[in-house]
């Protein structure tokens, strides 16, 4: 019988939906993103996504500058693949979204597939009092947001990365994400084989409902053959769960604060490498292997960790 391709564990460190208020363990400061993300690689997390904060109150930043102040400590301290975010930020346009890529030119980085409503306005209800004035907001306006990726957007970024050989987190809210990339695909922006981020539970996305995840997995399939690599986020509570199913279906697997703030129902998380500790022991005692940085580039085909610019 073949052997079981490792499952490559990926930790979403910090992101831009969640802010301080919700959670003393989400971090913002150059030192604790950089403390946190080392701590999650020597937990098992081959990828590492990577978003930039301000220091002094939390807030999403896309500046460069703020990532130069984690990456290369990063780097240093771990083997992990570094993926940089090309969201972070609802507000700004695609060739601000890519500055910090084209600037430190990573293994990977995240592209959403497609424009989507894109809210989190329901968590303002949940706190009376907030750590910084930014936040309440922040949260309670995302009911206006729109994530933009048009399709004149992807290509733009497509073509101004394809000198960096950066692979792609192709993230794909829903199952008009998928057409999205085939087409992209067929149109030569992306080469396979691409790796993408099945994302459920996100307000304007699809549900966290197991059935999807199976509708998503068969629609792939069917549009991909084998020309496809997957892992899948679930949002908020479905994380360990959808985590742990799509690892014993043949896919790969993400955690992190970014994504949910919870180790257990009802239990804030104490740190990313707590939830990666977590799915990985899960993954572990049902008879799969975790895959190592290396694994991870090999099953992706990355260009390696010396060939970044940071």
């Not at 992990?80 to 600037?103: F, Q, W």
């Not at 279906?249 to 129902?265: A, C, F, I, P, T």
Request: hydrophobic share 40%.
């Amino acid at each position: 019988m073949a052997k079981k391709q490792p499952v490559i564990i990926s930790c979403a460190i910090t992101g831009a939906i969640h802010t301080p208020t919700m959670s003393d363990a989400l971090p913002y400061t150059a030192d604790d993103i950089a403390n946190q993300a080392i701590a999650a690689s020597e937990a098992g997390a081959a990828i590492l996504h990577l978003h930039a904060r301000r220091p002094e109150d939390g807030g999403v930043t896309i500046d460069p500058d703020a990532f130069a102040t984690f990456l290369p400590r990063i780097k240093a301290a771990t083997d992990s693949v570094i993926n940089l975010s090309t969201g972070g930020s609802l507000m700004n346009t695609i060739d601000e979204r890519i500055a910090p890529t084209l600037r430190f030119s990573p293994e990977m980085c995240s592209m959403n597939m497609g424009s989507m409503n894109f809210s989190f306005h329901p968590l303002a209800k949940r706190y009376k009092d907030w750590k910084f004035d930014w936040e309440r907001d922040y949260v309670a306006n995302s009911d206006t947001y729109i994530f933009r990726n048009t399709f004149a957007d992807l290509e733009n970024a497509a073509s101004q990365l394809a000198p960096h050989n950066v692979k792609f987190e192709h993230e794909c809210y829903d199952v008009g994400h998928l057409y999205n990339l085939r087409f992209c695909m067929d149109i030569g922006l992306y080469k396979a084989p691409v790796f993408i981020q099945f994302i459920f539970g996100i307000l304007g996305g699809i549900g966290p409902d197991i059935d999807n995840l199976i509708f998503m997995k068969r629609t792939a399939d069917r549009l991909f053959g084998d020309d496809y690599r997957w892992s899948v986020l679930g949002a908020g509570g479905a994380q360990m769960p959808f985590a742990t199913t799509a690892s014993q279906m043949g896919g790969n697997v993400r955690v992190g604060l970014e994504d949910s703030l919870l180790v257990s129902r009802g239990k804030l998380a104490e740190s990313n490498a707590q939830q990666v500790a977590k799915i990985r022991r899960i993954v572990e005692e049902l008879g799969a292997e975790i895959a190592t940085p290396d694994d991870a580039r090999e099953i992706l085909q990355l260009k390696g960790k010396q060939n970044v610019k940071f």
